[in-house]
């Protein structure tokens, strides 16, 4: 299929895990690209550790060189909660005639009833749920709504309709959180092969995740 798939998130720091599930959706669904999108302003949780400019700055290094893999920094400069609706109206108007994926992990999809105008995102664009392999839909609760008539069971049924669908996709799991992550960069531990060596460099230079 071709089309742009959507990643947004804090990317406090960016890391292996999320690169590795954004490049394995790629190849699934057949993108034409993936969009890194930093938030500003996540609207669901605490304000990230670090900077926009700084999260984006990260992502900017992490990607470079790789095919396909953009960063899109349109939420950087939006005032007030960075919605993923916005960012796909945007798009949308953006790239006609281009299918939209917004990419998203497991543990994002089950709070996707919590977001801002669901409904008319899913007017707007597919969804693909990066998991681990071996988690099922069951596991999560009060999605009914959310995935009646909508789940497909194979990416090139995307192809179909222009958008609306939801996809489950199983993708190696790396089992990083960028929260440890944050802790160990905090007190100065090793941050090797958990994000790229660009990333490290950033990190450990600026010493923006340092406590004290
Ligand atoms: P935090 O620990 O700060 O909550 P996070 O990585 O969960 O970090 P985000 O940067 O907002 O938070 O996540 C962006 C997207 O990446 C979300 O869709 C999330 O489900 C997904 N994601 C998070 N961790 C991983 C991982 N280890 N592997 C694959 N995808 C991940």
């Known amino acids: 299929m071709s089309g742009i798939g959507v990643f947004g998130g804090t990317f406090d720091p960016i890391h292996m895990g999320h690169l590795r599930s954004a490049l394995e959706l790629k190849q699934a669904l057949a993108l034409d690209e993936v ?27 992490a990607i ?28 949308r108007r953006e790239l006609p005639g281009k299918r939209l994926v917004l990419l998203l992990g497991a543990d994002a999809f089950l709070g996707l009833p919590g977001w801002h105008g669901w409904r008319a995102l899913l007017e707007l664009a597919h969804i693909a749920v990066a998991h681990r ?53 905090g007190v100065g531990g090793d941050i090797h092969f958990l994000v790229s060596e660009s990333v490290r460099e950033y990190i450990e230079t600026t010493g923006c995740y340092r406590s004290g």
Do not use: K
């Open 64 to 91: 470079a060189g790789v095919t396909g893999f953009v960063l899109d920094r349109r939420e950087l400069h939006r005032e007030g909660p960075s919605y993923t609706l916005d960012t796909l109206v945007a798009l």
């Open 133 to 185: 392999p071996g988690w099922s839909l069951e596991d999560g609760a009060g999605l009914d709504e959310l995935t009646h008539g909508r789940l497909v069971a194979e990416p090139g049924a995307l192809n179909a309709a222009a958008a609306g669908c939801i996809v489950l996709i199983a993708v190696t799991q790396l089992e990083i959180s960028a929260t440890a992550l944050r802790s160990t960069a």
């Open 35 to 61: 969009r890194f999108v930093p938030c500003r302003q996540p609207p669901h949780r605490a304000l990230p550790a670090v900077g926009p400019e700084a999260r984006a700055e990260m992502v900017a290094r």
